[in-house]
């Protein structure tokens, strides 16, 4: 079936500094490819998505790219804040016609001032 | 923008009872689920449902859970007898027709403590 391998956590930044979360998947044809932001104590709410190869998925300053070569959909934000402090998962839908996501191990960010 | 609603954002419960946490999806989705993350790890997927009937379910989602749509708006995960195991946010989601590429939007989540 269906899944996606994310870079281990944690990552602690500075504001301002420049981030990159990476996110690898396995998929049968070319599905949807997601990142979901979860803040403290919130449920997940979807950051940014990209429908097809080399789509271009961008959110808040957040952005990721569909790349079938590698496989990957790595997110990155050039300048993070205080705000952005939450744990990201990278997410597909599994191979089925009923969509369930797979996830990602999730990722936590906490950036300090 | 259209939420996904869940009740009770908290609930503690004794080993062995059972709990039914509630969600009304978006109202003119289609396809319903439930999920959960034990502390710290990751999302794993319990079951899917459309059209009325449970369409996927994982490992994890045993007889000891059920799922409803009662009424046509609420959406209901039941677990009947309570293992300490249990205790975990779950949170309900739902897409519509696209979702696959559109995405899908979740609730906020019920924490469930069980002692």
């Known amino acids: 079936g269906n899944s996606v391998t994310q870079m281990e956590g944690p990552v602690t930044l500075s504001e301002e500094a420049f981030l990159t979360i990476n996110c690898t998947y396995t998929a049968t044809g070319y599905p949807s490819l997601f990142w979901y932001v979860q803040y403290p104590g919130e449920g997940l709410q979807l950051l940014l998505k990209a429908t097809k190869a080399d789509d271009k998925g961008s959110n808040k300053g957040f952005e990721a790219t569909y790349r079938k070569e590698t496989t990957s959909f790595h997110l990155e934000k050039g300048s993070v804040q205080v705000s952005d402090s939450a744990v990201y998962f990278c997410?597909?839908?599994?191979?089925?016609?009923?969509?369930?996501?797979?996830f990602g191990q999730g990722t936590i960010l906490t950036v300090h001032p | 923008e259209p939420e996904v609603t869940q009740t009770p954002s908290h609930q503690v419960t004794q080993m062995g009872q059972e709990v039914i946490l509630r969600c009304v999806p978006i109202s003119n989705h289609l396809y319903f689920y439930w999920y959960r993350q034990i502390l710290g790890q990751k999302v794993e997927f319990l079951v899917s449902?459309?059209?009325?009937?449970?369409?996927?379910k994982s490992e994890i989602f045993d007889d000891q859970f059920s799922v409803e749509r009662p009424d046509g708006s609420n959406f209901t995960l039941k677990i009947r007898s309570t293992k300490l195991e249990d205790s975990a946010m779950y949170f309900c989601a739902s897409g519509g027709a696209g979702a696959r590429e559109r995405g899908y939007t979740f609730g906020s989540g019920t924490r469930l403590t069980v002692v």
């Open positions: 997410a597909l839908p599994g191979g089925t016609s009923y969509g369930k996501l797979t």
């Open positions: 449902f459309y059209n009325n009937e449970i369409s996927e």
